[in-house]
């Protein structure tokens, strides 16, 4: 049968559509050597049976309950390492250049949250400590719901960080 310029067009469209991500996808990319960033905050993701007090922020609630299962609801310490040369840009939370930004890392179960910018933009990651990307293990994992809270609460999270760093390394 002789290949007309039609055919060859529906074949590409079905390509096109099968190569599509169906699945969740890390946007931020492994970032190598994130083990040896300075820490800047040592923190944790709460257990699933913690009761936070009534007039808790919205934003912390859902925080603490977006995590609650890690290490089957028992909580983790979580680490905070930033990228050497991007330190006073947290500090302030930006403006921050192109390239990996901010690791938190979980150290039960050693899920890493990789937060990154391009063009000013904040763009997420999930990965495991081999650097495979685990986004797809929780729907809590996804890189939209990522940003559906870092970009969302803007008051608190300003250009796609949230925490307050609170350790020694800034001097306070
Ligand atoms: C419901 C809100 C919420 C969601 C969803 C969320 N985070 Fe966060 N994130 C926080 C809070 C709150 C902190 C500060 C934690 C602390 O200080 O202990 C934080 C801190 C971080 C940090 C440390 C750097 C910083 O200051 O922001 C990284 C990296 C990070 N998140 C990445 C991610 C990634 C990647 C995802 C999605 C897989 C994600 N976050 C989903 C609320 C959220």
């Known amino acids: 049968m002789p290949i007309k310029p039609a055919m060859v067009q529906c074949l590409l469209i079905f390509f096109f559509f099968l190569n599509q991500p169906v699945a969740a996808e890390s946007v931020a990319s492994y ?3 994130w083990e040896t960033w300075p820490i800047v905050k040592e923190s944790m993701t709460l257990p699933a049976d913690t009761v936070l007090p009534p007039d808790t922020s919205l934003f912390i609630q859902e925080s603490v309950k977006a995590y609650n299962w890690i290490n089957e609801g028992r909580g983790s310490a979580l680490t905070i390492r930033v990228h050497p040369d991007k330190l006073e840009q947290y500090q302030s939370h930006g403006h921050y250049t192109d390239g990996p930004t901010v690791v938190a890392v979980s ?4 899920i890493i949250w990789v937060t990154e910018h391009i063009a000013g933009i904040a763009i997420y990651g999930s990965y495991n400590r081999k650097g495979e990307d685990v986004s ?3 729907p809590t994992l996804d890189p939209d719901f990522c940003h559906g809270c870092h970009n969302t609460y803007q008051d608190i999270c300003i250009n796609g960080t949230c925490a307050e760093p609170v350790l020694e390394i800034f001097g306070r």
């Not at 150290?107 to 050693?110: A, F, P, S, T, W």
């Open 31 to 33: 970032p190598e050597g």
């Open 107 to 110: 150290e039960v179960d050693g």
């Open 136 to 138: 797809e293990m929780h």
